[in-house]
């Protein structure tokens, strides 16, 4: 049985407590974004309140408060996942910034007849940064396939992995299908043949807690609003080694160690590649955030999100003619589906004057539509303080929606 009080953490969820198209909300797009505890809500009001001032550069009390709440930030998320040293934390606007900062640097490295593999289930964002790289470099991409199942097909990896692999990419979890993927697996191999491996945490972070030194892994990259922090802010994890080696992304203020019109030198890390003012408040509230679902805790949230999953499987495919994509036996709680006959979109339209949010589409991840032969999805993706309710309500939805539909 599930150890969490929902019922409590709610009243945390200010947004929560609103209607849509006059009925209650029911929030089932957490993949795309989670929301945000009024424990985060009072860091933000906090900060703005109280000492917002530009960070690292101001001898006055406000600019060491904020960068003494920036950097303890830092080491906040240092410790959630593990890693070695602080200045690995390099702050960035997200995801999407972490791996284009990743794949600028390889530019320098990469030559031609190299390749790089990525997964057949990936986030655009996890898709075009090496497509551009490639075409920079005269690099190859090559796609670890994936099964009917939505599980990428390991030997078919491990035939793929040669002395040309100069880099792995990945997600830990698929935010169309919800697949975890093997990535421990994944990083074991790719190192045996000299390759280095970036991991898309970014659906992984709100359910589970990565070591990121037990992983061994290069590099890993997550989105604060993902968990429960505010958007325009995240991570990028890399190892020492490959942070000194790789290039700056961004030149500007903050980077530098000393500019002259003949020549820059560079900051050390994490300074590097955090050129201009950052989201500093926003790296304070991902602190916070990350404070916010530890006092929860991860055992207790992968627990309960489970239980929600099975759950709402179960219910949902009672459904005459509903197909759901992503059966993989691990995979968190998001369930991706569609009913024979219908759009997705028309079906995330009612669910929507019903109150519920859902997504609809291709999810950013269209290699995964094209193998599957559809338009898009229709996909809820539960969080631990959605109820089971919430999920009778998606149920009743759906069956309302295809009655209509159909
Ligand atoms: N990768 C995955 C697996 C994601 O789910 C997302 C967000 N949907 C991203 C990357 C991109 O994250 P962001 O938009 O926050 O940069």
Same mark, same amino acid.
Not at 173 to 177: D, F, T, V, W, Y
């Given at each position: 049985q599930a150890t969490l009080d929902v019922a409590t953490i709610r009243k945390d969820f200010p947004i929560l407590q609103r209607e849509v198209n006059g009925k209650p909300l029911v929030y089932l797009d957490n993949a795309a974004t989670s929301q945000t505890p009024r424990q985060v809500i009072d860091v933000i009001v906090d900060y703005y309140q109280n000492y917002n001032a530009n960070i690292h550069r101001g001898v006055h009390a406000l600019s060491q408060e904020a960068t003494d709440a920036y950097e303890a930030a830092r080491k906040k998320i240092q410790e959630h996942f593990n @890693?070695?040293? &602080?200045? #690995?934390v390099i702050f960035t606007s997200g995801t999407t910034h972490s791996i284009n900062l990743v794949a600028n640097g390889f530019s320098s490295f990469l030559k031609k007849g190299d390749e790089v593999l990525v997964s057949a289930m990936e986030h655009h964002s996890n898709i075009v940064p090496w497509q551009m790289l490639c075409e920079r470099t005269g690099g190859t991409l090559k796609v670890i396939p994936m099964n009917q199942e939505g599980e990428l097909i390991m030997e078919e990896y491990h035939k793929l992995l *040669? #002395?040309? *692999?100069k880099l792995v990419f990945c997600n830990h @979890? &698929?935010?169309?299908?919800g697949t975890i993927n093997p990535i421990e697996e994944i990083i074991e191999a790719a190192h045996k043949v000299g390759a280095a491996v970036l991991i898309d945490g970014a659906q992984a972070a709100p359910h589970i807690r990565a070591d990121l030194q037990a992983l061994d892994v290069d590099f890993y990259t997550i989105s604060a609003h993902k968990v429960c922090g505010p958007t325009g802010v995240g991570m990028l994890y890399g190892k020492e080694e490959w942070l000194k080696k790789l290039p700056p992304y961004q030149g500007g203020g #903050?980077? @530098?160690a000393e500019v002259t019109f003949e020549k820059t030198t560079y900051a050390d890390l994490p300074h590097k590649f955090e050129a201009g003012t950052p989201n500093i408040c926003g790296g304070i509230a991902f602190g916070a955030a990350l404070d916010y679902m530890n006092g929860i805790g991860f055992d207790e949230i992968a627990h309960y999100e489970e239980e929600l999953l099975h759950y709402a499987t179960e219910k949902l495919l009672v459904i005459e003619g509903l197909r759901i994509y992503g059966t993989a036996a691990k995979k968190t709680s998001v369930i991706s589906f569609n009913i024979e006959g219908i759009h997705p979109y028309d079906i995330g339209t009612i669910l929507d004057k019903l109150g519920i949010a859902v997504r609809t589409g291709h999810h950013c991840a269209q290699p995964i539509m094209d193998f599957y032969q559809i338009p898009g999805t229709v996909r809820a993706s539960f969080s631990f303080y959605n109820t089971k309710e919430e999920v009778d309500s998606l149920v009743e939805g759906v069956k309302r929606a295809k009655n209509m539909l159909v």
């Open positions: @890693i070695a040293k &602080s200045h #690995e *040669t #002395e040309r *692999t @979890i &698929s935010n169309a299908l #903050e980077m @530098i």
